[in-house]
């Protein structure tokens, strides 16, 4: 994978995650309750395991001889 197109892959998860709603603010935060709150936070932790798991291979395509 060439270096733009994995700049190019990194930008579009990052607005994949901000479309899907996950950012959130102090305020909104304030305003949830548990569940809520709870949601977001696995939404959250399922797109950093996707992002972990594109950096890994990534970094393996980057360093392989």
Same mark, same amino acid.
């Given at each position: &994978?060439? !270096?733009? @197109?994995?700049?190019? $892959? ?7 995650? /901000?479309?899907?709603?996950? &950012?959130? !603010?102090? @305020?909104?935060?304030? $305003? ?7 949601? /977001? ?25």
């Amino acid at each position: &994978m060439k !270096s733009t @197109e994995l700049k190019n $892959q990194i930008v579009s998860e990052m607005r994949e995650s /901000r479309k899907h709603g996950v &950012m959130a !603010s102090l @305020e909104d935060v304030d $305003q949830m309750n548990n569940r809520e709150l709870c949601i /977001r936070m696995l939404k959250s932790l399922a797109i950093l395991a996707g992002r972990l798991d594109f950096l890994s291979a990534s970094m393996r395509l980057a360093f392989e001889p």
